[in-house]
């Protein structure tokens, strides 16, 4: 980040080291603080190749530059008055789920199929809605342990359109997949979001997780991931037991490189050899939207 390079280097200067002038004007330059100067401007003396002690700045960038780094901030909201928020991780998280996703559609659960939103904060823990609670005559002060995930697996699914048709979604697992968790919830992944460093504790107290999501590069990527996150937890990449064939049904063929990047992050996960191997036959790739049309 440039903004906590210059932090760095004006740290550098306040204490006597030598910095690189010549990055140190362009990173200046980069920042468009609305303050022009020549490298002559400033009194320095060599240090060794590009580097040099400064020995002090012109006043107006003097300034300037002390006003910037004392409004660039330490998290994403102090830094939002420099335009800077997006350096840093938002604080805290959410993630949708789907509370015992195998009972939809059942006439006695005909609601829990109905996303709630679990809040996570800045250390990793999780907090079910107060009304989540209170329907399930949970006591609020063990809501959000693990006792809610204890014993069940999830299913990740990266898809939006397929987590908002889950009754069909869930359909096509059950028939067409090797899916067969009788006890599970639904979490949507929304892309790589899912492997956020915050969702670490709350995933890691499943006993396992499923993971659906495209069959191509952007799927592996977030599986492997994923995996990388959670190295201890039982994971398993769904695809559908015709994959094959669906794939060659697919009029157009994967770039070379793209096929050769897909083996090489699967060749550092088990889980995913089996995608990387009709992947590599096939030189296809399956967007898992296409489950929806069966």
């Known amino acids: 980040m440039s903004a906590n390079s210059l932090k760095n280097m004006l740290l550098s200067i306040?204490?006597?080291?030598?910095?690189?002038?010549?990055?140190?004007?362009?990173?200046?330059?980069?920042?468009?603080?609305?303050?022009?100067?020549?490298?002559?401007?400033?009194?320095?003396?060599?240090?060794?190749?590009?580097?040099?002690?400064?020995?002090?700045?012109?006043?107006e960038l003097d300034q300037v530059l002390k006003h910037y780094v004392n409004q660039i901030g330490d998290d994403r909201i102090s830094s939002a008055r420099q335009n800077l928020s997006h350096s840093h991780?938002?604080?805290?998280?959410?993630?949708?789920?789907?509370?015992?996703?195998?009972?939809?559609?059942?006439?006695?659960?005909?609601?829990?199929?109905?996303?709630?939103?679990?809040?996570?904060?800045?250390?990793?823990?999780?907090?079910?809605?107060?009304?989540?609670?209170?329907?399930?005559?949970?006591?609020?002060?063990?809501?959000?342990?693990?006792?809610?995930?204890?014993?069940?697996?999830?299913?990740?699914?990266?898809?939006?359109?397929?987590?908002?048709?889950?009754?069909?979604?869930?359909?096509?697992?059950?028939?067409?997949?090797?899916?067969?968790?009788?006890?599970?919830?639904?979490?949507?992944?929304?892309?790589?979001?899912?492997?956020?460093?915050?969702?670490?504790?709350?995933?890691s107290d499943y006993q396992k997780l499923y993971v659906c999501g495209d069959i191509d590069l952007g799927g592996v990527t977030i599986a492997s991931n994923l995996i990388k996150l959670l190295p201890d937890s039982l994971i398993e990449f769904v695809i559908p037991d015709d994959l094959e064939q669906r794939l060659n049904q697919v009029a157009s063929f994967t770039k070379p490189k793209t096929v050769s990047d897909i083996r090489h992050i699967c060749s550092h996960h088990v889980e995913l050899y089996a995608v990387s191997d009709v992947i590599t036959k096939t030189h296809k790739t399956l967007e898992q939207e296409s489950y929806l049309y069966d």
């Open 14 to 59: 306040e204490n006597g080291k030598p910095i690189n002038l010549l990055r140190f004007k362009t990173l200046i330059d980069s920042l468009n603080l609305g303050v022009c100067f020549e490298l002559s401007d400033i009194r320095a003396t060599k240090s060794s190749g590009s580097n040099y002690r400064v020995i002090s700045l012109p006043t």
């Open 89 to 203: 991780k938002v604080m805290g998280s959410y993630l949708l789920l789907i509370h015992d996703a195998h009972l939809s559609g059942s006439l006695q659960f005909s609601n829990m199929s109905h996303p709630i939103v679990i809040i996570i904060d800045t250390k990793g823990k999780p907090s079910y809605p107060p009304s989540f609670s209170d329907e399930l005559s949970l006591d609020p002060r063990t809501v959000g342990d693990m006792e809610l995930r204890k014993g069940k697996d999830a299913l990740i699914i990266e898809n939006r359109q397929l987590f908002l048709n889950w009754t069909q979604t869930k359909a096509f697992l059950q028939t067409r997949c090797q899916f067969s968790s009788s006890n599970y919830d639904v979490i949507f992944g929304a892309g790589n979001d899912i492997s956020n460093s915050l969702h670490r504790k709350f995933l």
